[in-house]
C-alpha cells in the first residue's frame, strides 16, 4: 500500500503545480490585458485630441439597428451636448440650412447603396444661432459577403477655411477691379477724361484689320484747335485746360454709335475713329465737330474768329485700293488737316479732295 500513498502525494504534487501554472497563465495575460487596456486608453486621449485640435470628429453609422454613433467632437461642432442631444440620422440632418439639406441626405443615402468613398461640404446652423460650414467623409464597411453593414466617416468644421478662401477671392476680386481701373487709366487722358493715344494705337489696329478682313472702309479725322498757342499765352494755361475739356465734350457728343471712337491724339489734337464710313460720311460727321466747337462760343481775342474754332482733316481706307498699313491713314488724315490750316484754318479738309487734284 506504500506505493498507492506515494502515488497520491505525487498526483497532490502534481495537481497543486498545475494550479500554480495555470495561475500564472492567468496573471501574465491579465497583465497583457492591463497594457492592452492602457495602450487603448491612451490611443483614445490621443485621439480625441488631435480630433479637438484639428477640429475634426468621426461617426459610424450602423445599416442593420440604424444607429449612428459621434465622437465628442462632433457634438462641439453642432455645438450640443452629449447628455441633451439624441443622435439620429433626422437629429442630424435638421441644423443644416434648407437649400443644402438635400443634398446631404441624397449623398448619406447613396452611402447606404455604394462602397464608394464620398465627400460633401454643407453649411449648418448651431442651436447658438452660429453658421458652420462643415465637410463630411465617408467610407462604406464591408462584411465577407460584400454587403455593406457600416459607414465610418469624419467630420470637420472648415469655417476657418472657409473665411481664408472667400477673403482670398475677395482680394482676387479687389485685384481684378484694380488692374481694370489701372489698365483704363493708362488708356484715357488725364485733362479731357478721353480715350488716349495709347488708346487710340490699339482701336486703329483692331479696326483696320477688320476693315481690311471684311472689305469695309474706315474713316479717321483729325482735329486741332485753331491759334491755340495764342489762346494759353493770352489768356493762360488754366484757361487752355478748361477750353480743352469743354472741345472734348462736345466733341464727344457728336458720334452716336458705339463703335465710334473719339480720343486725345496730343496737345491741342484730338481724333475721331469712324468704322463702316466712307469719306462722305465721315467729311459729314467732321462738319458737325466743327459746328459743336463753334456753337460753345468760347472768346478767343487771338483768333480772327474771336471764338475757339477747329480744323479737321479727313481721310478713308479703301481694302481694295490702299495699303494695309494703319499708319497710312494718320498719315493722310494729317496732311488734310494741315491742307486745312493752309487754307485758313475753321474748316474741313478731305484728304482725297486734294490728293486727287494734283
Known sequence: MLWLACASVILAFLACGATGFAVAVLLRRGRRLDRAES???????????????????????????????????????????????????????????????????????????????????????????????????????????????????????????????????????????????LHEMAMQDALTGLPNRRHFDAALAQEFKRAARDNLELSLIMIDLDFFKGFNDLYGHPAGDACLRKVAEAIAGVPQRPADLVARYGGEEMVVLLPHTDSAG?????????????????????????????SCGVASFMPERDPQVPVMLVERADRALYQAKLAGRNRVVCHDDFSSSH
Open 39 to 181: 495602450h487603448a486608453t491612451e490611443a483614445r486621449h490621443w485621439l480625441e485630441l488631435a480630433e479637438k485640435i484639428a477640429h475634426i470628429g468621426h461617426w459610424r453609422y450602423n445599416v442593420a439597428s440604424r444607429k449612428l454613433v459621434w465622437s465628442d467632437e462632433i457634438y462641439k461642432i453642432y455645438g450640443v451636448s452629449k447628455a441633451d442631444f439624441t443622435v439620429t440620422l433626422e437629429s442630424a440632418l435638421a441644423p443644416y440650412l434648407p437649400e443644402d439639406r438635400p443634398l446631404v441626405a441624397r449623398i448619406f443615402r447613396d452611402a447606404r447603396k455604394y462602397p464608394a468613398p464620398f465627400e460633401c461640404t454643407a453649411r449648418l446652423v448651431r442651436t447658438d444661432g452660429q453658421l458652420r460650414h462643415v465637410m463630411a467623409r465617408g467610407l462604406a464597411q464591408r462584411n465577407e459577403t460584400g454587403q455593406i453593414t457600416a459607414i465610418f466617416g469624419v467630420f470637420a468644421d472648415i469655417t476657418d477655411q472657409k473665411r481664408i478662401e472667400q477673403q482670398l477671392k475677395d482680394a482676387h476680386a479687389m485685384s481684378e477691379i484694380a488692374n481694370r481701373a
Open 282 to 310: 465721315a467729311a459729314t460727321v467732321a462738319g458737325l465737330l466743327r459746328d459743336a466747337v463753334r456753337d460753345l462760343q468760347i472768346p478767343h481775342a487771338a483768333s480772327p474768329a474771336h471764338l475757339v474754332t477747329v
